[in-house]
């Protein structure tokens, strides 16, 4: 993924949160349970976390740093973990449940990715 993807996609993820965390501040709080809401927001809120580390990544890149996979992660993570919390509540699909692990996972695998550094020494 290129450092203009990463970019972008930060830029939609972060803007689409702030969008989601407004309808479900304002928007769903007639309609749903607290714990509905909760689940709602965690979703917004991790979201929020892994578009700003797609920014990151493409700092990153520029600076000679390997983040092809740690964005694929946390662009997938967001797509799983957020996506299955909105379906959850929105769609009461229960099913997607078992989903949200799986993004969560992808979120960690993201971040120790990161951890590999630079793809050659800086001189």
């Not at 996609?9 to 309808?23: D, E, K, N």
């Not at 809401?37 to 493409?58: D, K, P, S, W």
Request: charged share 10%.
């Amino acid at each position: 993924m290129s450092a203009s993807l990463c970019l972008r996609l930060a830029a939609v993820f972060g803007g689409t949160a702030v969008a989601l965390g407004a309808f479900a501040a304002h928007a769903m709080k007639a309609h749903y349970e607290p714990a509905a809401l909760q689940t709602f927001e965690t979703g917004v809120r991790y979201q929020m976390y892994h578009a700003l580390a797609l920014g990151l990544c493409a700092a990153l890149a520029h600076a000679g740093w390997r983040t092809l996979l740690p964005a694929a992660c946390f662009a997938l993570g967001i797509a799983l973990f957020s996506g299955s919390l909105y379906g959850l509540v929105l769609l009461d699909a229960k099913w997607l449940g078992p989903v949200t692990p799986i993004g969560g996972v992808s979120f960690l695998v993201g971040w120790a990715l990161l951890l590999r550094g630079p793809t050659a020494p800086r001189t």
